[in-house]
C-alpha cells in the first residue's frame, strides 16, 4: 500500500541572536557588490515570480539569462511562492546568488521529486544520485539565502524503484555561501561535491537546517556547517534510523565540519548515527572525514555514534567530535573518539576555509 510520504515543515522562524553573531563573525555585507580585477563592479538583480510581476517567471529562465563567464554577482530574487521545477547553475555561470524575497526561508520553495531511480524523459536512462538534484550548483561562487530547496520525492508510493535516493541541493564548486536556507528531503538530500575528485570545494552553511534520514549530508567538499539545525526525520514507513554524514573525502583535503549547531527531530532514542565512510565507487585512497564540535546532540544519537560502510570500517578514516553536549553526547572510548585541545585547534571553521571569508558579494 502506498504511504504518503510526511511533508516536512520545519518551524525556523526569524533569524536568530546567535545567527547574528555569526553574520557578524564572518563581516556579511549588507550591499551587494562583487569585487573584479578591475575594481569593484555592481551587482545584476533579475527578478523572478510566478505571477508574472517579475522579469522571469522560473528560476531557471533567470539563471539562464546570466552570461557565459560574468564577474559581477548576479542575484536571482525569487518572490514568494512554490515553484516546482529543476534548476541548475553550470559552471560557467560563476558568483550566481539565488534570494527569496519573502520575510522568511518558508515563503520561496524550489522543489521537484526526482529520484535516482527516475527515468529521464528522453527514454536515456535514469537521473542518477547526482542527477536527481532538484538545485544543482556547479559555479564557483554560488549563494542560496532566505529560500527552502527541496525533493519531495515519495519513497512510499515508489517502493518498487531501484534507486530511491532522491538530493535536493547539489553543489560541485568552490565558494559555495549557504545562509538562511531549509535544504529539505529524505534519503541524500544535501550532496556536497567537488567539481573533481583533484578539485577543492569548500562550502560554508550558516543559519540553516537541513533536514533527511539517510546518508543525507554527503560528498566530497570541504564543508562547513555552523549554528544550523540538523533536523532527524523518520522514514517512510514511519520507522527511525538512520545516519547523518557520509563523507567521501580525498586524503589530503578536510571533510565535514558541523559545529556550534544542534541535531534534532521527532525520532526514537537511540536510533541515529552521526556518520559512516563513503568510499565512492570502492576507491580505497579516501579517507572520509567528519568532525562534530560545540554542538547540540538530541537522545536520538547512538551511544557509539559512528559505523561501517560498504565493507570499509570507520575506524579507518577521520571521524571525532569535541565538546558536544546534550543528552546524545558522550565521553571519549574506541567507539567514540574525542580530540584534544590539541587537535581541535587546527579543526576551525577558518582551517576549513583557508583563506576564503564568505560575505555576501
Known sequence: MAVSRRRTAPHPGPRTAAAAGAAALLAVTTVWTSGAASGAEAATTLTVAKDGSGQYSTVQAAVDAVPAGNTARVVVSIKPGTYRELVKIPSTKQNVTLQGSGSSRNDTVIVYDNASGTQKPDGSGTY???????????????????????????????????????VALRTAADKVFLDSVIVTGDQDTLLLDTASKATLG?????????????????????????????????????????????????????????TRSTVAGDVSASSFYLGRPWHAGGDASL?????????????????????????????????????NTGPGSGTAGSNRPQLTDSQAAGQETADWLAGWTPSAS
Open 128 to 166: 542518477g544520485t547526482g542527477g536527481s538534484a532538484t538545485v544543482a550548483a556547479e559555479a564557483n561562487g554560488f549563494q542560496a539565502r532566505n529560500l527552502t530547496i527541496s525533493n519531495d520525492f515519495d519513497e512510499g508510493a515508489n517502493q518498487n524503484m531501484s534507486g530511491l535516493q532522491a
Open 202 to 258: 569548500r562550502v560554508y552553511m550558516t543559519d540553516s537546517y537541513v533536514v533527511g534520514n539517510v546518508d543525507f549530508i554527503f560528498g566530497r567538499a570541504t564543508a562547513v556547517i555552523d549554528r544550523s539545525v540538523i533536523t532527524l526525520k523518520k522514514r517512510w514507513d514511519g520507522s527511525s534510523a538512520g545516519y547523518i554524514a557520509a563523507p567521501s573525502t580525498a586524503a589530503d583535503r578536510k571533510g565535514f565540519l558541523i
Open 287 to 323: 579517507d572520509p572525514m567528519a568532525t562534530f564540535r560545540g554542538t547540540t546532540l538530541s537522545s536520538a544519537v547512538k551511544s557509539a555514534p559512528w559505523t561501517d560502510m560498504s565493507g570499509f570500517s570507520w575506524k579507518d578514516d577521520r571521524f571525532a567530535e569535541y565538546k
